[in-house]
C-alpha cells in the first residue's frame, strides 16, 4: 500500500480512541470516574513514579490511568486529537481558557520576572496581568504591536524593565478589531533580548482563527491557547480552554494544571470530542458566511468602516504582509462602525431578530455586541480610541446560519436606525 497520512478533519473521529477497550462503542464513552483500578500495586506504584516524574517511562511500559485530577481518556484522546491541527506534541486541556492562560503564565514567571504582552489582550487577560500577577511580584510591560520593530525596542528600552523579561504574550487577530500582530518579529525581538540560557518563551492566544486558519507554533511561537469555549466548542454550551506545544513545556503546564486542579472534567472532555468533528466545516461555512455578510456591509450606507480581514489590500502594507504570513482565511469574525455613536449602535443590536445579543464569539449562532460598553468596557478610554474601540463599533461573530437570512436581518435592523 502506498504511504498516505489523513488529514487532521478525517482524523477527528477516530485519533486515539480504541473501541475493543470500550465494548466496541464508535463513540468514545464518558468516563465519568474520579478513580481508576489498578490490576497489581506494583503497577499503581509504576504509574505513580512517572505521573510524579521522578523516571521517564520506559519503551515497553504501557501506562494506566490513576486519578482524573491527572488524567481522564476524555480529556487524552481530546488532547491528542487536538494536536494535530497545530502540530504540537502535546496538549493541556482546562475548564476554561483562562485557567489555560494564567497556568500557563505562572508556571513560566517567577517573582521578579517580567512579562511583554501585546496591547490589547482579551479583558480577562488584561485582567489577570495587571491585577492578579502583580501581587506575586511579576510585573509586566504592554506594547503597542502593530508598530516596526524599532519602536518596539525603543518601548522596551524606555520601560527600564527588558532585562528582566522572561515571557512575551501576543493576541492576533486582535479582539475586536482584527489588528494582526507580527508573531514571527516578536520572536526574533525575545531572543535578542535574552541574557539567560534558557530562552525567553513566546505564547500566543489563537482563539480568534481556532487551530484552521493560524499556526503559531509555525510561526515562532512557543505555546499556543485557545479559549476552546469559542469555535473549538463551537455550539456555545460548554467553557473549556487548552495549552499546547512541545512535550517538554506543555509536561510542565500539565504538572503545574495537576496541583491547581483546573483540568476539564470527563463530560467537557467529551463535548469537546464531539465538537472537534465539525470544526472545519462550521469554520469554513462561517468564513464563508462572513465574507457575505462583509460585502454586504462594505457597500451600506449606514456602515462608515469594515474591520473585517478580507478587506485587507496590499496598500494596507504591515498588515496585509502580516495576513498573508500568518493567516490561511479572512476568519468569521466582523466588527463594523455604524454612522453615528451608541444610539445607533445599540439601536441596530436592539433590533436584530435571527442574530443574538450576546458576548462570546465562535459558535454556530450569530452573536452581535458593543465592545466599547461590554466586552471592552474595562478598557482605558484614550486606549480604547486609539485602537478604534468607539463607540460606534459593533461587533458580529458569524455562525452557520443561511447568509441570505443574516443579511436580510442585519438590513432590517440597519433600516430602523
Ligand atoms: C473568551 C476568550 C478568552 C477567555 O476564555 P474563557 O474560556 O472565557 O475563560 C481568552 N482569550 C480570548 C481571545 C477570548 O475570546
Redesign the pocket.
Known sequence: MNEHSFSPESQMMSFGYKPELSEGAIKCPIFQTSTFAFKKAEDGKAFFEVAYGKREKTDEEELGLIYSRLNNPNLQITEDRLCLWDGAEDAAIFE????A?SSMLMEFLNPGDVLLHSVP??G??DHFINHVLPKWGIHSIGVNPYQDKEDVMKEIEESGMKDKIRFVYL?TPA?PTNALVDIGMFREIADSINTQEEPIYIGV?N??MGPIWQHPLKLGADMV?Y????YIGGHSDL???ACLGSADLIKRVKGFRTFMGNMAGPHTGWLLMRSLETLKVRMEKQAQNAQEVAAFLNSHPKVEKVHYLGNLKPEDGRQYDIFKKQCTSNGAMLAFDIQGGEKEAFKFLNNVKLIKLAV??GSTESLAEHPATMTHSDVDEDLRNKIGITSSLVRISVGVEDAKDLIWDIEQALAQV
Do not use: W
Open positions: 476554561s481558557g483562562m485557567g492562560i489582550v482579551y480577562g487577560t493576541e479582539n492566544d482563539t480568534y491557547i479559549s476552546a469555549t469559542k467553557v473549556a480552554g462570546s464569539l
